[in-house]
């Protein structure tokens, strides 16, 4: 099973980029859980610099924007072996 993690500063500014990745692992049918982290000291131990940001499997996948839903889906796929 697959951990997604969204960082961003607040909800709102995750909010896109965790609905689109729910969306992306629900069309591939991924095994996976899926989370948003707002804290500051979290974020910071990613190595994130900048949010929104996406972690999957304690990798950072994507930093400082929201990809589009085709990019997302084969980010997924990738790391699942897909």
């Known amino acids: 099973m697959k951990e997604l993690i969204v960082l961003a500063k ?3 500014q995750g909010k896109d980029l965790y609905e689109g990745t729910k969306a992306a692992a629900d069309e591939l049918k991924a095994a996976y859980t899926l ?30 924007r929201v990809p589009e839903h085709d990019e997302l889906v084969s ?8």
């Open 10 to 12: 607040n909800e709102e």
């Open 35 to 64: 989370r948003m982290e707002t804290d500051a000291t979290e974020i910071m131990m990613h190595g994130v610099t900048l949010t929104p940001a996406l972690v999957i499997d304690d990798a950072v996948r994507v930093m400082g």
């Open 75 to 82: 980010i997924i796929d990738m790391v699942q072996g897909g």
